[in-house]
């Protein structure tokens, strides 16, 4: 999650607080599991997240703003969304001079709800085309994670060295929320186009604490910090419709975001506790670009599919500090090592209309998510995998939209499990396998408004007499 990179920066702010990096690397191995910049909306989750071309409905904002010109009604709209990750760490051995310790495995589980998405949406004729004015707040990032781990290493072979016994728990709470103000209209019967101003505001905390006994040794490291992150970015899109089918084209502009931290180190080790004072630095957010392609092979079948590519690498801090200057956002690296990311998505739905006119759509979809994680010991990426069924039913002004998805990654990865490690520079000598897997469940609630009080005031207010 966006929290635990973040979270790294308090290594690097000043020659006292260098030797906490590692710490913030622990943090970000072990609590963020997906980063995917993705959009909020039950049908378009249904669709595997494939909604770049089709954007019909108020969450087109998060996915392309251009969509918003199909809104022919006034509405409301929410999103809410049910949690649970769990994360396995399988088969881990620590190696090291003169031994070689096996780690038991461990799995850490986390569930919790979050509202994702909340939009007003208004349309009104300008030049005999459809204008629509939208104003929305999407949960971009929701921060609230647990957790909690013991193990045990234990000698593979005699001689091999002293077993330990590890505690880890970390605890983040916050969110960075997403403000926007979009504007879509419809510039020909064929073509759409759309803008959203955004406003990028986080605010979270973290804690972090870990416990290690060897023999009669006992070493204890506790971490904690405050985030805030503030900036702004444009999220530009096109439409370009046909009778069966349709092209989508987005472009989410990069971003230079304030980015301020306080943090605080606790430790009984010889390199002694740590309290920063606040600090203010930079963050430059990448840009990232999607195409999507649909097509209606009859009136009730839809098969939709997007690729969006991200430039990950382009993620640095900025800084008066030489050594800071140029960090990569994932590895600390002033290199390429951070790898640009393309996601892909597919969907397909079927609507079934009933004799009450409702209608009933079946949804399913499949998607592929590399993340901008590469393990540097064993240089392997994290990539989920995700599959999709979502359904719903809309009747008259009322409409309700549910997904469930099932995500999963697998990955040789190391792992910080010898905290003198935490406050030094060499690499993790702890390897294994993560295992990653996540249950979903988005819900999405739309009610239409009758347009022609709505147009009247707002023709009133933007166009005139």
Do not use: C
């Amino acid at each position: 999650m966006l929290l635990a990179r973040l979270a790294l920066l308090a290594g690097w702010a000043g020659v006292a607080m260098k030797a906490q990096s590692p710490i913030g690397t622990l943090i970000a191995e072990q609590s963020r599991t997906s980063f995917t910049v993705e959009g909020a909306g039950a049908r378009a989750m249904g669709l595997g997240g494939a909604f770049i071309a089709v954007a019909d409905d108020a969450t087109a904002v998060s996915f392309n703003p251009a969509g918003l010109a199909q809104l022919l009604q006034p509405e409301v709209s929410f999103v809410g969304r049910g949690l649970q990750r769990n994360v396995g760490y399988q088969d881990f051995e620590t190696t090291g001079t003169g031994r070689i310790l096996a780690v038991s495995d461990a799995l850490t589980s986390s569930t919790r709800f979050d509202p994702l998405f909340a939009s007003a949406t208004a349309p009104l004729r300008l030049g005999g085309r459809n204008l629509v004015l939208q104003l929305s707040i999407q949960r971009a990032f929701a921060l609230n994670e647990d957790s909690d781990r013991t193990l045990q290493e234990s000698p593979v072979t005699s001689g091999s060295g002293v077993p330990g016994h590890l505690t880890q728990s970390i605890n983040q709470s916050g969110q960075i929320d997403l403000y926007s103000f979009a504007v879509a209209y419809e510039a020909s019967p064929r073509m759409l186009l759309g803008v959203a101003f955004n406003q990028w505001r986080g605010r979270w905390g973290l804690d972090s604490s870990s416990l290690r006994t060897a023999g009669t040794t006992t070493t204890t490291v506790a971490f904690r910090q405050f985030n805030a992150m503030d900036g702004n970015n444009v999220n530009l899109g096109l439409i370009w419709r046909w009778p069966t089918w349709s092209l989508g084209l987005v472009h989410r502009t990069g971003f230079h975001a304030d980015y301020t931290f306080s943090t605080a180190l606790t430790t009984n080790l010889p390199r002694g506790n740590t309290r920063g004072t606040p600090v203010t630095t930079g963050l430059h957010w990448p840009s990232s670009t999607g195409i999507g392609l649909a097509y209606r092979p009859a009136e009730r079948w839809l098969l939709t599919s997007d690729l969006n590519h991200t430039l990950w690498s382009t993620t640095r801090y900025m800084s008066g500090s030489p050594f800071l200057n140029g960090q990569s956002f994932f590895d600390f690296d002033k290199g390429n090592r951070t790898p640009d990311a393309t996601t892909a998505h597919l969907g397909v739905e079927y609507l079934q209309i009933t004799d009450l006119d409702s209608v009933i759509p079946f949804r399913a979809g499949l998607s592929r998510e590399p993340q901008p994680v590469v393990d540097g010991v064993t240089g392997e990426q994290r990539v989920m995998y995700r599959v999709s069924l979502g359904s719903g039913f809309k009747r008259g002004n009322t409409g309700v939209d549910v997904a469930y998805r099932y995500g999963w990654a697998k990955r040789r990865a190391s792992q910080f499990l010898e905290i003198d490690q935490l406050l030094s520079r060499v690499p993790a000598t702890s390897v294994g396998v993560e295992r990653i897997r996540e249950h979903r469940l988005d819900v999405s609630f739309i009610y239409k408004f009758d347009r022609d009080p709505v147009d009247r005031a707002l023709r009133f207010l933007f166009v005139g007499d």
